[in-house]
């Protein structure tokens, strides 16, 4: 032992096996502590009992000599920080000649496991750049698979390992596989078993038995869960296609069978699949039905949400059915049938379909927005914000169309309630730039025509008085004490609650004029004496299907009262609109989900009266309609 150690240990300043740790701490020697890292013991300053240690942002840092010898870890020269600090050159070279190698000694390093992102932590700064060790690592990821002597996780988080003598990595993969007891698991396994399948020696004595087993999972799944059965399956296809040497033990049981026995519940099954199987199942479509798969294609798209909207059109084009899907969308829009999703990727796609970016969208969103307004109320609706944001698209919709056909849109834009004032303005605005001399619509140099009363049902009436008086005297004042609470705690730049409490101000405030404007222009009606010898408002019209002679029963009420899962609808609605002044025997054309129909009108009875006694006007209320009248 070192003599001036020994000193200190006579002394009673140092104990036996502290000193011993010293000795493995001599200057010019590296260590590690748990906050300040890696460092170089400097000098020993015994006699003030210290010694003094460079780490990288602590130069020159002394430490008791108890302490440094309970805190510091010595490193040997063979540790990887070591190598680095001591011959920088020869680990850059490391890094192409022999990669492996390299990550072998930084995990022996940290004890034999390290994430990759420990893994770079260690080379990105002085080895590589951010973007060098990206490129870098995923060759090397590829390098540690093929080597065999490591254990490469599934999950880029988890650690890599240094694989334990006498286990390969297909062993590895095959007890992952057996270990796994959900069908999720099943098909993870197998997608690594996939990726590394050269690995396997004896692939139809070590591989046959897992096509088995995912062939049986995928038979259990696929009544209560035909997305688990669809990925087991496009799991066991791509292992035949790695492994031609395996073979099905299940004749039958294709994807293509799968897909033709659950074609019923595709709209419902696909969303729940990853974006790449839900890609193959319909690429998988023209084999599975045969000549009809682009209608069936179509009704799929029409029915479905997300990003199987986008996903359809694309396997459409491929498949060069570019003119049965232009067909489909011209109808749906013509039609106002579109969905809120098809017309949301239109717009997002509008380069490549420019010749229907036209008013006939427009009158199609707008439509779309009329079926959403009952539901989205509290959540933004993404159709609308589409329309919104998109500061060009409204342009382009209108920059070929005679300026009579503008001015009547600009004239339905403002009488809709589907958009706040602001929002109208920055609208109109939009049209007024391919049409400069509307600006006057604008500016309100053209006189306005009055609003027509709006007839509500008395009970949907009150609902809204009722929502107008909760505002007004509960949520407006406790919004008014958060966003005074929210005051006091100063900073407000870096205030998220006063913020917050301001954000839902603008909510609330917005919502109150929209509910005073709406009650305003509101007129209450209990139906009672409607008109039955035509359609009118209060009335139940029964009619049949001119091609079918199936019936259907619309009770045309309110502006506020449509249940379409009882086939009550508004007055405003397109079909109310179709249908109102009709009389008996007379027939009407309306849009249904297999295109135009023709319907005769077979009868026409009053609805139910609406019982619920009016109520006063509130304060509030008739202070807007004196407003108004001023």
């Given at each position: ?56 942002t602590k130069k020159s840092h002394p430490m008791q000599a108890q302490y440094a010898a309970e805190n510091l870890t010595p490193l040997t020269q063979e540790h990887f920080l070591v190598r680095k600090a001591t011959d920088i050159a020869l680990i850059k070279n490391l890094t192409k000649e ?533």
């Amino acid at each position: 032992m070192d003599a001036e150690l020994q000193k200190l240990v006579e002394a009673g300043k140092l104990t036996s096996k502290s000193a011993g740790q010293l000795e493995k701490l001599k200057p010019g020697t590296f260590c590690l502590h748990k906050s300040w890292g890696f460092g170089r013991v400097r000098e020993w300053n015994l006699l003030l009992n210290q010694i003094v240690i460079d780490f990288a942002t602590k130069k020159s840092h002394p430490m008791q000599a108890q302490y440094a010898a309970e805190n510091l870890t010595p490193l040997t020269q063979e540790h990887f920080l070591v190598r680095k600090a001591t011959d920088i050159a020869l680990i850059k070279n490391l890094t192409k000649e022999n990669p492996v190698a390299l990550v072998q000694n930084i995990l022996e390093s940290l004890d034999g496991r390290a994430s990759a992102q420990q893994i770079g932590e260690w080379l990105i700064g002085d080895v590589f750049t951010e973007a060098e060790w990206k490129r870098w690592w995923e060759s090397t990821r590829k390098a540690l698979r093929a080597s065999g002597a490591f254990s490469i996780p599934a999950k880029k988080t988890d650690p890599i390992q240094i694989r334990g003598e006498g286990v390969s990595h297909a062993d590895e993969l095959l007890a992952a596989f057996n270990k796994a007891r959900q069908p999720k698991q099943q098909i993870a396994a197998v997608e690594q078993i996939i990726k590394s399948h050269e690995q396997f020696k004896e692939p139809e004595k070590q591989l046959q038995p897992i096509v088995v087993a995912i062939e049986n999972a995928a038979a259990r799944n696929q009544k209560l869960h035909p997305e688990l059965a669809l990925e087991l399956i496009i799991a066991r296809d791509d292992l035949l296609a790695g492994v031609p040497s395996l073979h099905t033990t299940h004749i039958g049981l294709t994807l293509s069978k799968l897909i033709v026995e659950e074609e019923k519940r595709l709209a419902s099954i696909l969303p729940n699949l990853p974006a790449a199987k839900e890609k193959r199942v319909l690429q998988a479509l023209p084999a599975a039905l045969g000549p009809g798969w682009t209608e069936r294609a179509l009704r799929l798209m029409e029915a479905s949400h997300g990003r199987m909207v986008a996903q359809i059109p694309r396997i459409l084009n491929e498949a060069g059915q570019h003119a049965e899907l232009r067909a489909m969308l011209e109808r749906s829009i013509r039609e106002h049938s579109a969905t809120s999703e098809m017309l949301i990727w239109l717009c997002g796609e509008k380069e490549n379909w420019g010749d229907l970016i036209t008013p006939d969208l427009l009158w199609a969103i707008l439509a779309a927005l009329e079926r959403e307004q009952h539901n989205f109320y509290g959540r933004g609706s993404k159709l609308q914000r589409t329309l919104v944001d998109d500061r060009e698209l409204l342009g382009e919709m209108f920059k070929k169309v005679d300026v009579g056909l503008a001015r009547d849109a600009m004239r339905r834009l403002q009488l809709t309630p589907l958009f706040d004032e602001l929002t109208k303005r920055s609208l109109l605005a939009r049209m007024v730039k391919v049409y400069p001399e509307l600006e006057s619509m604008i500016a309100g140099a053209e006189p306005q025509e009055k609003a027509a009363p709006v007839v509500v049902s008395w009970s949907s009436l009150e609902k809204r008085r009722a929502e107008h008086e909760e505002l007004v005297k509960v949520k407006i004042p406790e919004n008014s004490k958060e966003i005074a609470i929210a005051r006091s705690y100063g900073d407000l730049s870096e205030n998220f609650e006063f913020k917050a409490a301001k954000q839902m101000q603008s909510v609330l405030m917005r919502r109150k004029a929209e509910l005073e404007q709406m009650l305003h222009d509101a007129r209450g009606t209990s139906f009672e004496n409607p008109d039955t010898s035509r359609v009118s408002i209060g009335t139940i019209v029964r009619l049949r299907n001119d091609a079918t002679n199936d019936e259907e029963t619309y009770t045309i009420l309110g502006a506020w009262d449509s249940d379409p899962d009882r086939h009550i609808i508004s007055y405003q609605t397109a079909i109310g609109q179709v249908l109102l002044g009709h009389e008996i025997s007379e027939s009407v054309s309306l849009n249904t989900e297999h295109g135009v129909a023709q319907f005769k009108i077979v009868s026409i009875q009053p609805a139910p009266t609406d019982d619920i006694t009016p109520t006063a006007a509130p304060a509030a209320e008739k202070a807007v309609e004196i407003a108004a009248a001023k």
